[in-house]
């Protein structure tokens, strides 16, 4: 079946860790997203892939980091310096960037302890 | 900087019954898209209905349909025959420009009573 998978369901970091959320799929889309949901929030954009090996900032990128070496790919990190981390993190592909619906994965939700 | 607004925080509708959610965004764009998301409890974003701007025509899904009103940036999801899987949060978001990235709007969550 074509989609999208994110893993892990559900994750748990401490105080100071570095945490990757993992963002796969098998659409065969060039372009990739990553997503934050605060209660009572629609989605932010945390970072964005138009093509392999390019990313771009979205409007709250910092303390996030993200790599596209594989088309299919796109993980996110979230590291020490993300002073709000607990969320729910969505990731979406399109065929192509600008163009027509975005799909989503199930998302991760992240709590630091 | 474009923005989306829905100004119902929270909807109900009899089961059955028809349902009006509403969204207006602000840009200055001329060829734009919109959607409608639905997130239920799982949390799964699925894809409702879809609008391009260019088309005149309102989008049908079913018992989903919009009213797109382009000169007043105003875009609504009818439900009409609501029916209890309808019931979820309701995201309205616009799609723009050449980065690609939807903005969404807080959303509106829809209960629906038996």
């Avoid at chain 2, 309701?90 to 903005?103: D, E, K, M, P, W």
């Amino acid at each position: 079946d074509g989609g999208i998978t994110q893993s892990p369901k559900y994750l748990f970091r401490k105080e100071g860790q570095n945490v990757t959320l993992s963002c796969e799929q098998n659409l065969n889309h060039d372009a990739m997203y990553w997503y934050r949901q605060d209660p009572g929030q629609g989605l932010r954009l945390i970072y964005y892939s138009q093509i392999v090996n390019d990313f771009q900032k979205g409007d709250i990128a910092e303390g996030y980091s993200v790599s596209r070496e594989k088309k299919e790919s796109f993980p996110l990190t979230v590291t020490s310096a993300q002073k709000n981390p607990t969320a729910f993190y969505l990731c979406a592909s399109s065929r192509v960037a600008a163009l027509g619906e975005q799909f989503f994965g199930p998302g991760t939700r992240l709590t630091v302890l | 900087a474009q923005t989306v607004t829905q100004s119902q925080p929270e909807m109900s509708v009899q089961e059955a019954e028809t349902v009006t959610l509403s969204c207006t965004y602000d840009t200055s764009e001329s060829d734009y898209y919109l959607f409608w998301y639905k997130q239920p409890p799982s949390r799964q974003m699925i894809l409702v209905i879809r609008q391009e701007a260019y088309k005149q025509q309102n989008a049908t899904e079913n018992r989903f349909s919009v009213n797109f009103q382009k000169a007043a940036k105003s875009f609504s999801l009818k439900i009409s025959d609501s029916q209890l899987g309808d019931a979820a949060m309701y995201f309205c978001a616009y799609l723009g420009g050449s980065q690609g990235n939807l903005i969404f709007g807080k959303g509106t969550k829809l209960s629906v009573k038996p």
